[in-house]
């Protein structure tokens, strides 16, 4: 059960990019595999929540200022027809640094298979913290 809309967020995870320097989020792709209404929890608890495609291509645009190297691992994948969860290993550098981070992310996906609500669960002590930064830093909307 699941296993297209998994392959179809592995996809969603790629479009961010595979690692690499010259690699960026291809922000159109990562647009249209979401709902226009969608939203997206940067951090649980307490992080912002981004609603809307406009407001989702801004906040993107913004976080590439500061990040780069994006690239998402899936660890394990749990899905049904309308939801994905993915325990994660991710990387990034964030203003320079190396920023690994352990996340678990949840998508709900739409009647059309579109991703409709995104919620992503990490240590944000800890991944501000090897960026040199604090939860009052706007690197994460805070």
């Known amino acids: 059960m699941g296993v297209v809309q ?7 995870c790629d479009a961010w990019g595979d690692g690499t320097d010259e690699s960026r989020p291809d922000v159109e792709k990562i647009l249209s595999m979401m709902s226009p209404d969608a939203e997206w ?24 200022r500061f ?6 691992n899936v660890v ?5 027809d309308h939801m994905v969860m993915q325990e994660r290993s991710d990387q ?3 203003r320079g640094k190396p920023c690994p ?18 919620r992503e669960y990490l240590d944000m002590m ?3 913290k090897k960026q040199g930064g604090d939860l009052n830093d706007a690197a994460y909307g805070g």
């Open 6 to 12: 998994e392959k179809f967020v592995e996809e969603f």
């Open 41 to 64: 929890q940067l951090w649980v608890p307490g992080g912002p929540t981004i609603r809307g495609r406009d407001a989702l291509r801004a906040e993107i645009h913004r976080q590439m």
């Open 67 to 72: 990040a780069t190297n994006n690239k998402c």
């Open 76 to 80: 394990n994948v749990l899905s049904n």
């Open 92 to 94: 990034a550098i964030i």
């Open 101 to 118: 981070h352990q996340m678990v992310a949840i998508y709900e996906l739409d009647g059309n298979g579109l991703i409709k609500r995104w």
């Open 126 to 128: 800890d991944l501000l």
